[in-house]
């Protein structure tokens, strides 16, 4: 259009012409007026919030709604984890000991500890038993850390002994054991001595899961 206006009626026609297109564009007049650029303020919202918790961004109440439906989202069946082993999670260490899989240095100091009983790592299983259980009304599922014989052992840090959520999986599991002459047993950091990262990193029968 340009060259056609520009040829047969020249430049001071064709700068008419688009003071007018720009006047006919201009507040009430444009098709946009009113409305939200969303492409815009994505990003300007993506810009603004960048780096930010949840709490500063919507507020103390507000951001403790968001993370009740984000996690009501993602509990029981809903989980693609529901039922499986999980071998990744948190920022802990994890891998292999000789052969045997660790997804924490707990559980990785508790071989260790395992074996200066006299234990040898071909009698250790790792999460054989895939317990279901339920918490506040919704349907899970539990997987036990090693067994060893007939003792079924749980490791964990002592602060979360009490929590709810471990009490009703230990409710659940000594229940599920004893019907296969198990015995269950939660063993924290109090009664075995945790190795460092650095000394697990210089383990050489060590494999980090990568």
């Known amino acids: 259009m340009k060259e056609w206006v520009l040829e047969r009626q020249g430049q001071e026609r064709f700068n008419e012409i688009l003071k ?25 919202y993506r810009r603004s919030t960048k780096d930010k918790t949840l709490e500063e961004i919507h507020g103390e109440e507000k951001a403790t709604q968001i993370r009740k439906k984000m996690s009501k989202s993602m509990i029981g069946e809903k989980n693609p984890m529901f039922g499986k082993p999980q071998r990744r999670g948190g920022n802990s260490i994890k891998g292999w000991y000789k052969g045997r899989f660790f997804r924490s240095l707990l559980e990785y ?13 071909k009698d250790i299983r790792y999460e054989c038993y895939n317990i279901p259980y339920t918490f506040r009304g919704t349907a899970r599922s539990y997987r036990p850390d090693f067994e060893v014989g007939t003792t079924v052992y749980e490791v964990k840090q002592s602060f979360a002994v009490r929590l709810p959520i471990n009490i009703a999986k230990k409710e659940a599991a000594i229940s599920f054991l004893n019907e296969r002459n198990r015995t269950y047993v939660i063993i924290t950091e109090k009664e075995f001595v945790v190795i460092s990262k650095e000394d697990t990193l210089e383990d050489s029968a060590v494999k980090l899961l990568k």
């Open 20 to 44: 007018n297109q720009s006047k006919a564009k201009l507040g009430k007049k444009n098709h946009r007026f009113g409305k939200t650029d969303h492409t815009h303020g994505i990003s300007a």
């Open 109 to 121: 100091s508790f071989m260790k500890h395992l074996e200066t009983t006299g234990v040898s790592l």
